[in-house]
């Protein structure tokens, strides 16, 4: 094959990137793959509007479903997102006999089994390296850089507008509407953003790196997540006054009791790399019982670092174009007949210490009333601070951070805690990673 034709469906940011990269490491390109990669085709939603890239020689279309049905395209990059049109297209193009490149994270954790299982029959390939971390290769650096590892563990910054918006509220004290809209017209946010806030975002892709690195079923269904829509300015400084920053966290954990699969705000120990991780950059640890604690850190969203990742599963697609498709590395990285039944643990039955924000009525014996709270479940107070007043005699702040604990035991506190009358409000609960 001297010429592979690409058909890119959507060419917003990530697609105008695509189209420029091609262009721009054409050349670097052949030399790799020893033949031309050439977009011949790209849908668009308005044929009048300007691009980041260079459209000469492109057929442009609004109808995607054009190109997926295009006898002369080999290759279909999708691009659009979201999993009802964006799954169609990719099904069709299957069935087409097409082979797929998806920077998806939606489609392929919520649809990727029936896509790949589609795939494997009709002998194509489905890559979405971009899927996850943008231009950072945790898909190949999991599923192929540690495949002779157990994975223990892995955590994450997994959704850069989360991390911008964390970012500039401890560094700027800035409120956190304000730099969500900075986020939006940075580029980096989705288009419902309320799927980086709530952790949405950050499940999808945390669902397909749990799929790689344990052997198990796609699942995001089971998947635990929690928004930092409610971390508030206080928090941010009474974490750094405790030594913390709070980062909004993916972790997957093979535990002897099941799977943890998880994403929250987490108080995380300000010497730890994650922590240092700022702005819309990702970062990833993955833990394996061979190689130990490994380190992915660079750019999760943006035109070029995204496209960086959907052209390199071009270029695999190409070398493995004339292989035998029934023995292409395993989608999930594990044989799909030995993919394991390993429960998810609901969020009640993870064990981690846990940082917990009390406004009290400023009475005698208050902090003595949490504590015998505390300790009648058997949890531990690790570190406590009782600020001043917001008036003289009136409200106080207490922070805790407590010692490890099921999460269950501790759900029973915060019930009684909250149920005191010297207790104003609710009790805010942050849980700790120390990552080690
Ligand atoms: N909205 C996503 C983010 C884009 O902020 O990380 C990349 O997946």
Aim: some cysteine; hydrophobic content about 45%; aromatic content about 4%.
């Amino acid at each position: 094959m001297d010429l592979v034709r690409i058909g890119v469906l959507g060419l917003g940011t990530v697609g105008g990137g695509t189209v420029n990269v091609l262009n721009r490491n054409a050349e670097e390109i052949t030399r790799r793959i020893g033949c031309t990669l050439k977009v011949t085709h790209a849908s668009v939603k308005d044929l009048s509007r300007n691009r980041i890239c260079d459209t000469a020689g492109i057929e442009l279309t609004t109808d995607s479903f054009a190109i997926v049905n295009h006898k002369d395209v080999d290759v279909v990059v999708e691009l659009i997102g979201g999993d009802t049109l964006a799954k169609e297209l990719v099904i069709t193009a299957i069935n087409n006999g097409k082979h797929v490149v998806t920077a998806n994270k939606a489609l392929i954790a919520l649809h990727g089994t029936e896509i790949f299982a589609l795939a494997q029959e009709k002998g194509v390939m489905v890559l979405f390296e971009a899927a996850v971390a943008g231009g950072i290769p945790i898909i190949k650096a999991i599923r192929e850089g540690l495949s002779a590892n157990k994975i223990e563990w892995l955590a994450g910054i997994i959704n850069g507008t989360g991390n911008f918006i964390l970012t500039e509220m401890r560094d700027k004290g800035r409120d956190f509407a304000d730099v969500l809209t900075e986020a939006q017209a940075l580029g980096y946010a989705e288009a419902d953003p309320t799927f980086d806030v709530e952790g949405i975002d950050a499940g999808h892709k945390l669902t397909i790196l749990a799929a790689i690195a344990f052997g198990i079923p796609l699942q995001f269904e089971q998947l635990y997540h929690e928004g930092i829509t409610q971390i508030s300015q206080q928090d941010v400084q009474y974490a750094e006054e405790l030594g913390y920053r709070i980062k909004h966290l993916g972790i997957a954990r093979k535990t002897d009791q099941g799977i943890e699969l998880r994403v929250h705000p987490a108080l995380i120990p300000e010497k730890r790399l994650l922590a240092n991780v700022d702005g819309v950059l990702n970062a990833v640890v993955v833990q394996g019982d061979a190689v130990g604690p490994t380190l992915y850190y660079g750019p999760g969203a943006g035109a070029e670092p995204t496209a960086s990742a959907v052209v390199a599963d071009i270029i695999d697609v190409v070398r493995n174009i004339n292989a035998d498709p029934q023995h292409l590395i395993p989608y999930l990285s594990f044989q799909t007949p030995a993919l394991s039944a390993d429960p998810i643990l609901p969020i009640n039955q993870i064990v981690v210490p846990y940082y917990l924000r009390i406004t009290v009525a400023d009475n005698l014996g208050v902090l003595a009333d949490l504590t015998n709270i505390l300790s009648s479940q058997g949890i531990n107070i690790e570190a406590l601070i009782q600020k001043e007043p917001y008036t003289e005699g009136t409200e106080v702040d207490v922070i805790i951070i407590t010692s490890k604990a099921l999460e269950e035991k501790l759900d029973h506190s915060i019930a009684q805690i909250e149920n005191l009358d010297t207790v104003i409000g609710t009790v805010k609960r942050i849980r700790v990673e120390t990552l080690g």
